[in-house]
């Protein structure tokens, strides 16, 4: 089962550089999301879906972009990177489908992100 | 503004020891959830609460919430050294809803000694 695949697991990037870091989920999720996690700073939610066509703004949505043209797939675009973004993000879905709504999220592995 | 405040931060324990660590949150919400991280890994999903008074347990560890005062707790019962680990409690950020908007506490690093 892959669950919430991730890629790059690790990138270095320079000041101003662009990418994109991949999210892919194979469990028919509607709910997408992407957290970063800082030291001493928990998670934080940076955008999130839920659905195809649809995206809005978590806690800390400065400096990303996001799209969901899929229910499979949810990339996170960061735009002229900061030292301020080095960081590990991770990727997240949940089920909404029938039945109880539940709203647990399903973690990908990570991508470790480092900004010089 | 949801605010999602854990206690303590870290926690030393001894084996055998039982403790409790204490989520707090700031606004109306019916849905809590408890993670655990162990070092450069990914969360993995305790416990889901999706109401007052909820409670639940797996070996060791059992988890409740109280809606009306926002609190959660997780209690440990005889730690034991696998536990370590980090926690983290994260709220529903749209009281009733489904959003998917879950907002995470900065987490408490358990270690327990042996």
């Known amino acids: 089962n892959a669950g919430v695949t991730q890629t790059p697991k690790f990138q270095v990037l320079k000041t101003g550089q662009s990418m994109t870091l991949q999210c892919a989920q194979d469990?028919?999720?509607?709910?997408m999301s992407w957290y970063r996690q800082d030291p001493g700073m928990g998670l934080r939610l940076i955008h999130y879906?839920?659905?195809?066509?649809?995206?809005d703004q978590g806690e800390v949505p400065n400096g990303y972009n996001v799209s969901r043209s899929t229910t499979e797939d949810f990339p996170l675009r960061l735009l002229s990177a900061a030292p301020s973004q080095t960081s590990v993000y991770f990727c997240a879905s949940s089920y909404s489908g029938t039945g109880v709504y539940t709203g647990e999220l399903f973690f990908g592995e990570g991508s470790r992100l480092t900004v010089l | 503004e949801l605010k999602v405040e854990q206690n303590p931060l870290f926690l030393s324990m001894q084996e055998g020891k039982n403790y409790t660590i204490y989520c707090n949150y700031s606004t109306t919400s019916d849905r809590l959830y408890w993670y655990r991280q162990d070092p450069g890994k990914s969360l993995e999903s305790l416990f889901v609460l999706l109401s007052n008074g909820a409670v639940k347990q797996e070996g060791r560890l059992m988890a409740s919430l109280d809606t009306k005062a926002r609190l959660s707790t997780l209690h440990i019962t005889a730690a034991v050294h696998d536990l370590s680990a980090t926690y983290f409690c994260?709220?529903?950020?749209?009281?009733?809803?489904?959003?998917?908007?879950?907002?995470f506490g900065t987490g408490t690093l358990l270690a327990v000694q042996p």
């Open positions: 994260a709220v529903d950020g749209e009281y009733g809803g489904a959003t998917n908007k879950l907002i």
């Open positions: 469990m028919n999720h509607e709910y």
């Open positions: 879906s839920v659905g195809a066509g649809i995206t």
